[in-house]
């Protein structure tokens, strides 16, 4: 049977990473709260023919580069997120033959559940 990932987590293994990416997850969202914070800057000034250039550009080229460094870590690791606010992400995993996602939220504990690879959210299952 082919499976849509190379990658597949234990339980375990998606659980020593909670940690790890937690603090991803936590930079990547203040990476896009300063970011939009920059660009609106940034914006604001365009109209009015004020010069964009120097540090204001430069911390956004910077904030953009951070946070696509971020997103290639869980990309590296074919962990997926699926809602950057919510913090919710799925580790590819096999409970038997059966490619499924180990879901996790942000605010949980734990990886308590799993679902189908196509069923998403709604389709969680405890473990």
Not at 4 to 12: I, L, V
Not at 33 to 39: F, M, N, P, R
Not at 109 to 125: L, P, Q, T, V
Request: with cysteine; hydrophobic share 35%.
């Amino acid at each position: 049977m082919a499976h849509r990932f190379n990658k597949h987590y234990t339980r375990e293994e998606a659980r020593a990473l909670l940690p790890t990416v937690r603090q991803w997850l936590e930079h990547l969202s203040q990476y896009r709260v300063d970011l939009e914070t920059t660009d609106r800057r940034v914006a604001g000034l365009m109209p009015t023919g004020n010069d964009v250039g120097g540090e204001l550009v430069n911390k956004s080229v910077r904030l953009t580069a951070e946070v696509r460094e971020l997103l290639q870590k869980f990309q590296d690791r074919e962990i997926v997120i699926k809602d950057l606010s919510r913090g919710l992400v799925d580790f590819p995993s096999l409970i038997g033959d059966k490619e499924v996602f180990l879901c996790w939220e942000k605010d949980e504990e734990d990886i308590e559940f799993w679902h189908d690879i196509d069923s998403g959210y709604a389709g969680r299952e405890p473990l």
